[in-house]
T-cell receptor, first 115, second 114 residues
């Protein structure tokens, strides 16, 4: 089955710097790659996603890149702010059946942005 | 995106008892899933809640321990049965509209077993 590796496990940056989190996946059939931000006491919040027919997607300060050949995808946050501090999870879908898919999550990255 | 409400938000239970967690969505959704997040860990899929039929469980999770209901397209329940301290976790409901579509999560139920 699908396996998702995420690095680094912790990341500390200064406000205004960029942050990059990387994930690799094992199942070449995976075709959807979301990123979630989880703040303390909350459920994961979808912040950006990418499908396998796209190489890059941007949404303001957040971007995701996908390299299908190498089976890795990355989250890029520019101009980081203290409110970006949270745990970030990458995920990949593995087909369950014709009706839908399930998410396989990486182990998470704790991002700390200091001002 | 859909608004997902989970109840209870947290509970402290005695070992050997059972607790039913509810997940209510404000619109009809195709897929509903239940995940477990152990303290400081990532999310693990427990099962897919299928409307009108038995849930589909992942390896390591069984119906006797985690019975699931999904009577309609907006509601599901997860029961954690015969609880032990190892069941202390956050239990999360997520919803989606199908293959390759975004999934959105509720805020979870924080469960502690004494």
């Amino acid at each position: 089955g699908e396996n998702v590796e995420q690095h680094p496990s912790t990341l500390s940056v200064q406000e205004g710097d960029s942050a990059v989190i990387k994930c690799t996946y094992s199942d070449s059939a995976s075709n959807y790659f979301p990123w979630y931000k989880q703040e303390l006491g909350k459920g994961p919040q979808l912040i950006i996603d990418i499908r396998s027919n796209v190489g890059e997607k941007k949404d303001q300060r957040i971007a995701v890149t996908l390299n299908k050949t190498a089976k890795h995808f990355s989250l890029h946050i520019t101009e980081t702010q203290p409110e970006d501090s949270a745990v970030y999870f990458c995920a990949a879908t593995t087909p369950l059946n014709q009706a839908g898919t399930a998410l396989i999550f990486g182990k998470g990255t704790t991002l700390s942005v200091s001002s | 995106s859909a608004v997902i409400s989970q109840k209870p938000s947290r509970d402290i239970c005695q070992r050997g008892t059972s607790l039913t967690i509810q997940c209510q969505v404000d619109s009809q959704v195709t897929m509903m899933f239940w995940y477990r997040q152990q303290p400081g860990q990532s999310l693990t899929l427990i099962a897919t809640a299928n409307q009108g039929s038995e849930a589909t469980y992942e390896s390591g999770f069984v119906i006797d321990k985690f019975p699931i209901s999904r009577p309609n397209l907006t509601f599901s329940t997860l029961t954690v049965s015969n609880m032990s301290p190892e069941d202390s976790s956050i239990y999360l409901c997520s919803v989606g509209q199908g293959a390759g579509q975004p999934q959105h999560f509720g805020d979870g139920t924080r469960l502690s077993i004494l």
